[in-house]
């Protein structure tokens, strides 16, 4: 069993555990059990090591940064190989001008396959989430179900000259 808690005070968005108005923003907070974690930490979706030495904290345009409360499973498939994938906590922000409501009651389903090297490493991912609005005045909810996919190659070129693994 392992654990983490880490926080700040940058304070987050709304949707993030600890954010939205507190002084102390709640980043990661998660136990593992064997190829399981509980809590909240980045999304599988995410490649939380794929991160551009920027000055800027958000981070480039375009770059994925979610922390979300999650229920995931990380499994070796082969050697260097690995397969993760989680149900996360559903967020969206549908502008919806007074009209109707957002409704988010379906979870986020995200997965990844990875490969790492002493070198860098290859993921792709994807994500399935539903997205839901509830027009004044009607029962009934409108879905949709929104597909995203994505690719990563990391590469440290001063691992060959250092002869080691920089992360």
Same mark, same amino acid.
């Given at each position: /069993? #392992?654990?983490?808690?880490?926080?700040?005070?940058? =304070?987050?968005?709304? !949707?993030?555990? $600890?954010? $939205? $108005?507190? @002084?102390?923003?709640?980043? #990661?907070?998660?136990?593992?059990?064997?190829?399981?974690?509980?809590?909240? !930490? =980045?999304?599988?979706?995410?490649? $939380?090591?794929?991160?551009?030495?920027? *000055?800027?904290?958000?981070?480039?345009?375009?770059?994925?940064?979610?922390?979300?409360?999650?229920?995931?499973?990380?499994? @070796?498939?082969?050697?260097?190989?690995?397969?993760?994938?989680?149900?996360?906590?559903?967020?969206?922000?549908? &502008?919806?001008?007074?009209?109707?409501? =957002?409704?988010?009651?379906?979870?986020?389903?995200?997965? #990844?396959?990875?490969?790492? &090297?002493?070198?860098? #490493?290859?993921?792709?991912?994807? *994500? *399935?989430?539903?997205?839901?609005?509830?027009?004044?005045?009607?029962?009934?909810?409108?879905?949709?179900?929104?597909?995203?996919?994505?690719?990563?190659? /990391?590469?440290?070129?001063?691992?060959?000259?250092?002869? &080691?693994?920089? *992360?």
């Amino acid at each position: /069993v #392992h654990t983490l808690i880490e926080g700040d005070f940058f =304070n987050g968005p709304a !949707q993030a555990a $600890g954010g $939205g $108005g507190n @002084p102390f923003r709640l980043r #990661h907070a998660f136990f593992d059990f064997g190829y399981f974690r509980f809590g909240q !930490q =980045n999304s599988v979706f995410m490649d $939380g090591t794929n991160w551009a030495s920027l *000055v800027d904290f958000q981070g480039p345009n375009s770059w994925t940064n979610q922390r979300q409360p999650l229920a995931r499973m990380t499994l @070796p498939v082969a050697t260097r190989l690995y397969w993760a994938s989680s149900v996360e906590r559903p967020f969206s922000d549908i &502008t919806t001008n007074g009209l109707g409501t =957002n409704v988010q009651d379906v979870p986020d389903f995200a997965t #990844h396959l990875r490969y790492e &090297t002493d070198v860098g #490493h290859l993921q792709a991912a994807t *994500v *399935v989430r539903t997205i839901g609005y509830r027009p004044n005045g009607d029962d009934d909810v409108i879905r949709d179900t929104g597909v995203g996919l994505s690719g990563n190659a /990391v590469f440290h070129p001063r691992a060959i000259i250092m002869g &080691t693994d920089p *992360v």
